[in-house]
Every structure is written in C-alpha cells, then in structure tokens.
C-alpha cells in the first residue's frame, strides 16, 4: 500500500505546475503534439466544474496554441478530441505542455518554480524508494521516505491551500480519507469548500458511510439491451450474495476475478452467490472481458455511475459482501482478506442451519 500510494501520488503532482496571480493577467498556453494531429481540436476544461472553457486547433506542425487572460490560477484538463491530455494549471505567464514526454509542464510562474522545487525532492524521494529492497531493513527505510512525503506533501498544502497547488495535493489524498478527517481539512482549510469536486467528495464519504459495514445494502435497478435486472433479484433470506463492481479495463478487478472464480469454486449454491456489476464502462467491453476472461455468474451490465453514486464507490474493484438478512458484513476487501470474511461468512450459515 505504501508503494501504491507514493509513487501514485507522486506522479500525479510532477504533472503539473501553476502560478499564483489575484488580478486579471495574460497567459500563453503551447501544447506540444504530432503533425499527425493536424486539423484536431484541444480543449481546455475546468478540472473541477468539468465546463470547456477554451479551444485550439492542432497546426501543421503538430502544436495547438491558446493565450488569453485568466482572473485566478485555475486546474484545468486538457482534452484532444474528447480523450485526456493529460492535466495543468492555467497561470498568469508562458505555459508549454509536452503530454508525449511524461506530460511535462514548463512555465514561469512564481509557484511553478515552487513546484519545480518540490519536484526535485520528490524525484529524489522516489530514486531512493524505489531502489530499497523488501527486506526488514528495505521496508523500514521506505516507511521513513513516505513519512517524509507526507510532511512536504502536509507542508506545501498548508501553504497553498487558497491556490491550485493545495487543491490538487487535496483531491489526490481525500480518496483516502474517512468523513471525520475530511471535515477537519475543511475546517481547517475552508477555501477548499469553494470547489465542486470537494463537495461531492464529500458528498460520497457520506454515502459510503451509509453503505458501510453493519448498514442494509442499497437497491438498485439497471437496464440494458431491454432487461432491467436489480441488485435485490440476487439478495436472498437463504444465502450470502458477493458482489464485485468492476470493469474491463482495470486491471486491479481482472485480477481479483481469479480470488473470486476460488471462491466461486468452492461454494457457488453452498449458500453464496456470485454477481457482478459492471461500471464506467462500454456494455460491449464488458461482455468481451467476459467472454475472455471466463467469469462464470451472473453479470449486471451498464451499470456506469448509478451504483457508485448509490455506495459511494471511488476506486474499483469494490467487493460487496451481503448477510441473508441484507445486511453488509464485508466491503472493500481484496484478496486474502477477502478470502478470510467469505470463510468467516460461510462457517456463520453453516451454523446456524
């Protein structure tokens, strides 16, 4: 976990840089692609609203240029046609974006060069992280690297948390977090309540409370290519239902499919049923990766955000594991922790046949 989450993080914020300005100032913005894009359209959208705020056409020479003014520092993304650049800070000054090169960002801003700074002790962090070995030793000596991370990382947001730096470092990390320390962030840092992907943030720490461990499972109807299936046709008084919201392109969830078919094996119609849920993907995609990767039970297909809004869920694979009585006994476990709630599930139904 701590790998994951360092070098996660890590790269997202070497990604970017911004500069701070309270006035209404101008900026230039070069992105930097292939002739092959010639005559394509880049956007230029707000990161947090998800509004298009600007487009440029791609030139002969491969490069799409915008410039204009910009009243405050704001996160934006870059679309071509439709499909992610890759993400930046508009900013009073000169920005060139480089999405082909790790999407490198050059700018001269005064807290880009704030940036670039924190970015080279990153870098350097993540050199040493990343050579340690997993040993005893290894192990302990990245524990101390992370905590380091966490202390540029809490530094540099509370230095920034009125600008799009601390904005950023914030939505990276608030995944992670539980509602209570979410509302002593905001607390703390209330220009942050300003943004709408804050809100809604929230908004889902709240409703992946009501989903959690020891609440009733939430219902929910879904229909594709003319047949509506819902959650409560596979929940039952007799067995435990698990269930694993999923989709084809991630890897993590095709994985966890092999912790899943075991279990399946070893007690589909032993009292636990299996369902699957696809999410955020193409109903097509989804029935190639079944067909694919031979997932046996039962499959809701389309689902896209309705279940996710509903429990809550901001990553996949999220593993749901249902008590007859409709009651959640287990979620967001994977592998042998997984394994361990499903056994301590069956050996519960077993007993009290």
């Known amino acids: 976990m701590i790998t994951k989450l360092f070098l996660g993080a890590f790269s997202a914020l070497l990604s970017a840089s911004c500069a701070n300005a309270t006035d209404p100032a101008n900026f230039s913005l070069k992105v930097n692609l292939s002739p092959d894009e010639d005559g394509m359209t880049v956007y230029i959208t707000d990161f947090d609203s998800g509004n298009k705020v600007d487009s440029a056409m791609v030139n002969s020479d491969g490069i799409a240029k915008f410039s204009g003014s910009v009243d405050k520092p704001y996160y934006g993304r870059l679309l071509l046609e439709g499909e992610r650049l890759g993400n930046i800070i508009v900013e009073s000054g000169d920005i060139e974006f480089f999405p082909m090169e ?75 977090m539980d509602l209570d320390e979410f509302d002593k962030y905001l607390a703390k840092y209330p220009a942050l309540k300003e943004s709408t992907r804050v809100q809604n943030a929230r908004n889902q720490l709240v409703v992946k409370g009501e989903t959690s461990v020891g609440h009733k499972y939430k219902d929910f109807a879904i229909t594709n290519d003319g047949k509506t299936q819902r959650l409560s046709d596979y929940v039952g008084p007799d067995h435990y239902t698990l269930v694993d919201f999923w989709a084809s392109w991630c890897g993590p969830c095709i994985r966890e499919t092999e912790v899943i078919k075991k279990l399946y094996e070893k007690y589909n119609g032993k009292g636990l049923e299996f369902l699957g849920v696809a ?64 056994e301590a599930a069956m050996a519960e139904l077993k007993k009290n046949k």
Not at 106 to 133: Q, W, Y
Not at 292 to 314: C, E, V
């Open 102 to 176: 790790n999407r490198r960002v050059e700018s001269d801003g005064t807290l880009n060069r704030k940036m670039k700074d924190m970015s080279v002790k990153l870098e350097d962090l993540s050199k040493k992280f990343a050579a340690l070995p997993n040993d005893s030793a290894g192990i302990a000596a990245k524990q101390e690297i992370y905590n380091r991370y966490n202390d540029i990382m809490a530094q540099t947001l509370d230095e920034n948390a009125d600008n799009p730096i601390g904005y950023m470092i914030f939505i990276e990390q608030c995944s992670q």
């Open 279 to 342: 999410v955020w993907d193409k109903p097509e995609n989804t029935l190639e990766a079944i067909k694919k990767y031979n997932l046996p039970w039962n499959m809701i297909i389309n689902a896209q955000t309705i279940p996710t809004d509903l429990y809550g869920i901001s990553g996949i694979p999220c593993i749901i594991l249902i008590a007859p009585d409709g009651t959640i006994v287990s979620r967001d476990k994977q592998d042998e922790e997984l394994v361990a709630d499903v």
